[in-house]
């Protein structure tokens, strides 16, 4: 069966460190690969896009990475700041979206 | 400024009952989205339309209907609620012309049904 797997439901981190975040698909062959944000009681944010051909992708604090043979993304987030707590959302791109079940990151002081 | 509205914010109603959500983007994309979040924050997909026509209809019962006037706007009517559609619902738009770009998503109308 299909299915997208985010590694953790929750991640706890001390600010300053790199938070990583995985997303594990399988029977999948997505173009393309989103991670979104999502604060409590409010719509996902788009963070970053990567394609199928692309290994990786950074903007600012953020690094995605995709591996097609490993069927995984690995999303960084470096120097992580208290501001950084939210849930992260991978998203697979075939003919629609299909979201992850998210992880909830915690970033302590 | 807001790019994607949605309303109402909030929606508590009976069982049976028929209500409507209405969403707005104001960013000129082409096309539109309804997601469904379920208390286990599992965001998935119920329909997409581009210029106004339906593209994507998922497994929803038919007691949803999606409906769009225009481009800029994408209703989604629901009949007969039933206690298992309390979610929160979100609107999305997106660029059209065949290429994948992201989607911005509305605030989310949480309903409740009891």
């Known amino acids: 069966s299909q299915k997208i797997e985010q590694n953790s439901e929750a991640l706890n981190i001390q600010e300053g460190k790199t938070a990583t975040l995985t997303c594990n698909y399988t029977?999948?062959?997505?173009?393309?690969l989103q991670w979104y944000r999502q604060d409590p009681g409010r719509g996902p944010v788009f963070l970053l896009l990567?394609?199928?051909?692309?290994k990786e992708k950074r903007k600012e604090r953020l690094k995605v990475t995709f591996d097609t043979t490993l069927k995984q993304s690995l999303f960084h987030i470096t120097a992580s700041q208290p501001a950084d707590s939210a849930t992260y959302l991978c998203?697979?791109?075939?003919?629609?979206?299909?979201f992850g079940t998210g992880t909830r990151l915690q970033v302590f002081p | 400024d807001t790019a994607v509205s949605q309303t109402p914010k909030y929606l508590v109603t009976q069982m049976g009952n028929d209500k409507s959500i209405k969403c707005e983007q104001n960013?000129?994309?082409?096309?539109m989205y309804w997601y469904k979040q379920d208390s286990k924050k599992f965001l998935k997909i119920m329909f997409s339309?581009?210029?106004?026509?339906?593209?994507i209809n998922e497994t929803v019962p038919n007691r949803f209907s999606p409906k769009s006037p225009d481009k800029a706007h994408l209703n989604l009517h629901i009949n007969s609620l039933e206690l298992g559609d309390s979610a929160v619902y979100f609107c999305?738009?997106?660029?059209?012309?065949?290429?994948?770009?992201?989607?911005?998503f509305g605030p989310g109308t949480r309903l409740t049904v009891t």
């Open positions: 999305a738009s997106s660029q059209g012309g065949g290429r994948v770009h992201e989607q911005y």
């Open positions: 029977n999948y062959s997505p173009a393309y």
């Open positions: 990567i394609r199928e051909n692309e």
């Open positions: 998203a697979l791109y075939t003919d629609k979206l299909i």
């Open positions: 960013l000129g994309h082409d096309t």
């Open positions: 339309y581009n210029n106004k026509e339906l593209i």
